[in-house]
């Protein structure tokens, strides 16, 4: 988990860049760094709950997403409007990038603060 968080961590970088095809390969690094995050994370569920709770507990977790994602989606318009007003949209993308780069150490801290040794959870 912390490989893909140090390869997510990339996408900070991305404001430093002024060539288009090494954006992209920042962006790349970062979102291949997050499907190997995704997928262990899911696979914490399955090692951490009983056969008869990982659904509910996937699916408790997949609706957490999709709610942060359509506030998260909502906000980042909030943001670049207010940003496009100034007349300084870089700015605002250099803050998204930013947030988006700490998001992963904030999600990492988070698991394994409730969650420090992985124990199987009693049901």
Not at 7 to 26: K, Y
Not at 104 to 109: G, R
């Amino acid at each position: 988990m912390l490989i893909c968080v140090c390869l997510a961590l990339t996408v900070i970088l991305i404001r430093f860049s002024n060539d288009i095809w090494l954006s992209v390969m920042i962006i790349a690094i970062a979102a291949a760094a997050q499907t190997i995050w995704k997928g262990v994370l899911l696979t914490t569920v399955t090692d951490q709950f009983p056969k008869k709770a990982v659904s509910s507990v996937a699916g408790i977790g997949g609706l957490g997403g999709a709610a942060g994602g359509m506030l998260a989606a909502k906000g980042v318009g909030i943001l670049l409007d207010n940003y496009k007003a100034d007349n300084n949209i870089q700015a605002g993308y250099n803050l998204l990038f930013l947030l988006c780069g700490l998001a992963y150490i904030v999600a990492f801290s988070s698991f394994h603060f409730l969650s420090p040794q992985l124990k199987k959870v009693e049901v």
